[in-house]
Nanobody, 112 residues
Framework: QEQLVESGGGFVQPGGYLRLSCTAS????????MGWYRQAPGKDREMVAI????????MYGDSVKGRFVVSREDAEHAIYLQMNNLKSEDTAVYYC?????WGKGTQVTVSA
């Protein structure tokens, strides 16, 4: 059974940056919208960014526009989330999503 594999979470101070990655099968990568969602303690899961093949059309949640960038890498069958100017409210578990599948999640903690 296919799995989405995430990496890149961690601890960073406010104003810092992190880059998340998610790898999928070639079929999933080339066929479906892939994206990043996040869930903070006590809150609902929310969309962070999605990217649509084949033209790499993107969409972002309002709270991350101008700070986060989602991209695709064909050779790696991967999507990335570059997170800049991180804020404490970005602290959450970040999940990769594609075609009804969820990754296990990676923790991002932003704190002084």
């Amino acid at each position: 059974q296919e799995q989405l594999v995430e990496s890149g979470g961690g601890f960073v101070q406010p104003g810092g940056y992190l880059r998340l990655s998610c790898t999928a099968s070639e079929f999933t990568f080339n066929t479906y919208v892939m994206g990043w969602y996040r869930q903070a303690p006590g809150k609902d899961r929310e969309m962070v960014a999605i990217i649509r093949p084949p033209n790499d059309l993107t969409m972002y949640g309002d709270s991350v526009k101008g700070r986060f960038v989602v991209s695709r890498e064909d050779a790696e069958h991967a999507i990335y989330l570059q997170m800049n100017n991180l804020k404490s409210e970005d602290t959450a578990v970040y999940y990769c999503y594609a075609n009804g599948m969820w990754g296990k999640g990676t923790q991002v903690t932003v704190s002084a």
